[in-house]
Structure formats: C-alpha cells, structure tokens
C-alpha cells in the first residue's frame, strides 16, 4: 500500500481543540485551585503551555507547569537501542496535595502515560492525577483512560499520528499517516 | 544493535566528539534526579554491577555508587586489600569469578595503565574505567568537561592549562583529549620534571611558569601534587613548589578576567592550590563533584545498552 497522509486537526481546528481542552480542565477541577499541568517531553511539554495561555486568557490565572521526561522509567529500556536521548524533568512545585493534569499530544499504547505515573509518584503524592490528550487514537495495551480528550481517532496499529506544533515544528498540524511510510 | 559508545568505557582518547557531547549531553537531566527527595529512577533495576577497586579511592568509588544506586542497580565493593587478590589471584580470574555469578557491569581502578581494557577484552560485562595506572580516567574527564561546558556554553576556542605533576596524571590524559576534541586549547604548565618529555605530540602548549599559564588561560586545572613525588626527587620540596607553581589568590588577581579553577581533588591546601583560591568565588571544584555523580549516571545508562546478558534477558534468553 502507497503510504497516505491526512490531515485530522489543521490549525484553527487545533487550535479550537486546545481552547476546548483547556475550558474542560478548568471545568473538571471546579476552577483553577491547585491545578498543575504537567507535560510530557517533547511535544506535551508545548501543549500544556497551550493550554495554560487559554486559562490564564479565560480565568485571570497563571496555572502552575511541570515538565516529566519518561525516558528513565520506560519499560522498554532493555530492547531499545541505541539509547532514547534524556529530556529534562522539571517539577517546580511540590505536588502533594495537588490535582495534576497530564498532558500528551497522543494517546496510544499507554504506556507512557503508566511511566509519567511511576515518575510522578516518585516526586509525591498529589491528590488526584487525570489525563489530558491531545489526540487519542486508540490501541491500548494498558488499562489507561484518558479524562479529556481533544479528538478521538481509530487508527490501524502501524498508523503513525504526528502532532506538529509551531514552537518546534514550525507549523500547528495533527497528522495520520498509513501505509509503508508510517 | 550497537549502543553509541560500545561495550566499555575505557577512555577519551577513543572518544569521538560526538560521543562525548553525548555523554555530557544525557548527564545535564541526570542532575535533576539528585535534587528529588526520592533520588531514584528505575532505569537499570535488576543490573548487578561491581566496583573493583585496586587502588584506594574515596571520591570516585563514592561517586560511582550514587550513580548505581541513583539508577536502581544492585552494587557490590571489591576492594583488593580485602579480596583474594591479596592471596596471588590474577586480575582475569577474579572478573571471570565475578562474572559466573551473573554480573552486568564491572568498574575497575587499577594501578596499571591498560588493566581495564585487558579486563574488557576477556570478559562479556561492560567494563568502565575509573582510572588506570597514568593513562586514563575517563568519568573525570568528562565531568570537567561537563563543568566547563556548563560554565561557558561551549568549549570551542577556550583555553584550559592542566597544572602540576602531569606526568603521572590519568586526569591530565583524559581531560587533554577530551577538551582538544571539543574544540578547546590546551597548555600544560609544571616543573619539566613533571611533564611527559613528548607532552607537545599531544598538541598543547607548554608554560614554564604558572604566572605566563594564569595569563594565557579561561580556566586552570590544578592537579594534585601526590607527596610521594617529593621523595622521588621530582621536586626540591613542598614549599619550593608552593612558592613557583601554587595558584595563589594573588597571582589570580593579576589576570584582572575570571579564570575558573577546577581541583579533581583531593587537594593539598597551601601546595598546587591556596585556600583562598579553592573556596573562591571562581572555584568550581565543588561543582565537579556534582556533576561527577550525573557523568557516571550517564555512562551507565549509555552502557547498559549494549549489555550482552541484559539484551538477552529482553529477548527471553
């Protein structure tokens, strides 16, 4: 099969989603109290930063952020080579107490969203953890739900979805790509 | 599939740049780890990992066992004093002993240089070194290379003197690659007596008096004077050397510019290096202890890739 590329979210559509996505959390957690949003290296970090403009654009309010590299805990470590390069973790604030929001572009197998978890806790105990996606495209290998949802997509298990955004991609896009080239 | 830096880490001398940049590179978040109340991540769970320690060491060894524990490896001491090395057993035996109890990693000081690679020749684990004889001790290397970058952003086009006793100096050798092959000019400076007389085959500089080195340099490495020496008839006696090589707070003064001092210790106060000096504001000594701890992190985790016995153990071999 000739590999096929569409397009799922454009950049206005992105952008709708993250406004969206954003109006939910705030929603979820009754207000801005005690909301942390913590990204996922590389592209959730730029995501919840998104998502924190349009609270903070909403609401008045600067939520706090925090930046988790899972590389560490992947459970994967000894099949993988070379080496994943280490991005930085980065956990400002001490989570105890606290209702964290994790944040991915995408959501597939879960097993990254089971690593941040382990990481997380390793930093505390923070009273609630929910999950936040950008794109949730199925393909579960684990028992993870995610709790707010930017756009649902079934897509075939050798499917690749790209999330770009501008900060390190130069353009807003969500992208599926099938077929030989994924 | 091969790992960027192979089996062992034997030495900068067959380091690429681009091997080294990513040693430093995946050690900066390390440092994160040692800053959390928990200082442990899981990466290297279920790895068994041996520091066997010919020579006496209180910092490297130290700073090898939080980087093994910090990465959740078991870890195990052997100390030649204390080990059947004492009874004639050779340096193979002892690793092949080691390694028939299932280990993964060995981390060999020997007083011999090359020990550590005869040892990753004849043996599966993945071998680091932590210093041989006068010829390399890589993890020091690279955490002053760390300590610099960190400093400066870059190593390109900075100047580095390496002071003292080079001659016997593994830490020399090592950073002498290391910084040459990051882009850095490097100078030596000591009585002749402690330089290699084919120290300019290595492509640096030679500075006779440490007044020309502190003009010259952005930073000063300043080697320890091991006090054997003096009876060696290296030098004419602790003092003298004092008084023409030691990196005083006034002779720094006159340079008018900051030059970063780094000592991979332990150091003899009022020797190579004056008190004033080692606590001062342009002191990174203790910096390069820090990042000591995050090198040796890293060195592992890149190691751990190309681990025969680990792989196998994902396969379900």
């Not at chain 1, 993250?18 to 109290?33: C, F, P």
């Not at chain 1, 654009?57 to 805990?73: F, K, N, P, S």
């Not at chain 2, 790992?3 to 990513?22: F, M, N």
Request: glycine share 8%; net charge negative.
């Amino acid at each position: 099969m000739a590999p096929s590329e569409s397009i799922v979210l454009n950049a206005r559509a992105l952008e709708r989603t993250l406004s969206r996505m954003a109006d939910e959390i705030v929603e979820k957690n009754d207000g801005t109290d005690d909301l942390v949003l913590v990204g996922i290296q590389r592209r959730g970090v730029q995501v919840a930063a998104r998502l924190a403009a349009v609270i903070k654009e909403r609401e008045g309010v600067e939520v706090m952020r925090g930046a988790l590299d899972i590389t560490l805990y992947r459970d994967d470590l000894q099949t993988v080579g070379p080496r994943p390069v280490v991005g930085r973790t980065d956990i400002p604030v001490a989570i105890e107490g606290k209702h964290i929001i994790i944040v991915d572009d995408v959501l597939f197998t879960g097993r990254t969203v089971r690593a941040a978890l382990n990481e997380l806790a390793d930093f505390g105990r923070p009273a609630r953890v929910s999950l936040a996606v950008v794109v949730d495209r199925g393909g579960r290998e684990l028992p993870i739900q995610p709790d707010v949802v930017g756009k649902l997509i079934d897509a075939p298990k050798n499917a690749r979805v790209d999330v770009f955004v501008t900060e390190l991609d130069g353009r807003d896009e969500v992208i599926l790509l099938q077929g030989s080239g994924a | 599939m091969t790992a960027p830096l192979g089996k062992d880490l034997l030495g900068l001398e067959r380091l690429s740049a681009e091997q080294i940049s990513l040693i430093l590179d995946t050690a900066e978040p390390l440092k994160e780890i040692s800053e959390r109340t928990i200082k442990k991540v899981p990466t290297l769970r279920g790895a068994t990992i041996v520091n066997l320690f010919f020579e006496a060491s209180t910092r490297t060894r130290i700073s090898f066992e939080f980087a093994e524990k910090r990465m959740s490896a078991d870890t195990v001491n052997v100390a030649a004093a204390t080990s059947s090395v004492t009874k004639g057993e050779t340096l193979v035996d002892t690793a092949r002993n080691l390694e028939a109890m299932k280990i993964d990693m060995v981390v060999i000081r020997h007083p011999s240089s090359g020990a550590a690679q005869f040892l990753a020749e004849r043996i599966e684990s993945n071998v680091i070194n932590a210093g041989d004889g006068t010829h390399e001790h890589p993890t020091q290397g690279l955490l002053d290379l760390l300590t610099l970058r960190e400093r400066w952003g870059t190593l390109a086009g900075k100047r580095v003197c390496i002071c003292g006793d080079v001659l016997h100096s593994r830490v020399a050798r090592s950073n002498i690659w290391g910084l040459k092959k990051l882009g850095a000019e490097v100078a030596v400076c000591g009585p002749r007596s402690l330089l290699p007389g084919a120290i300019t085959e290595l492509g640096v500089q030679v500075f006779d008096r440490i007044e020309q080195a502190i003009e010259w340099a952005d930073a000063l490495n300043v080697l320890r004077l091991q006090l054997e020496r003096m009876t060696g008839g290296y030098i004419p006696s602790l003092r003298e050397y004092n008084r023409v090589f030691g990196v005083t707070r006034e002779r720094l003064d006159r340079a008018q510019r900051d030059i970063l001092i780094l000592h991979p210790g332990p150091m003899n106060r009022g020797v190579e290096i004056d008190s004033d000096v080692a606590d001062g504001p342009h002191s990174v000594i203790l910096d390069q202890v820090t990042n000591g701890v995050a090198i040796r992190m890293a060195v592992l985790y890149l190691l751990a890739g190309n681990s025969p016995r680990l792989a196998d153990a994902a396969k379900g071999g």
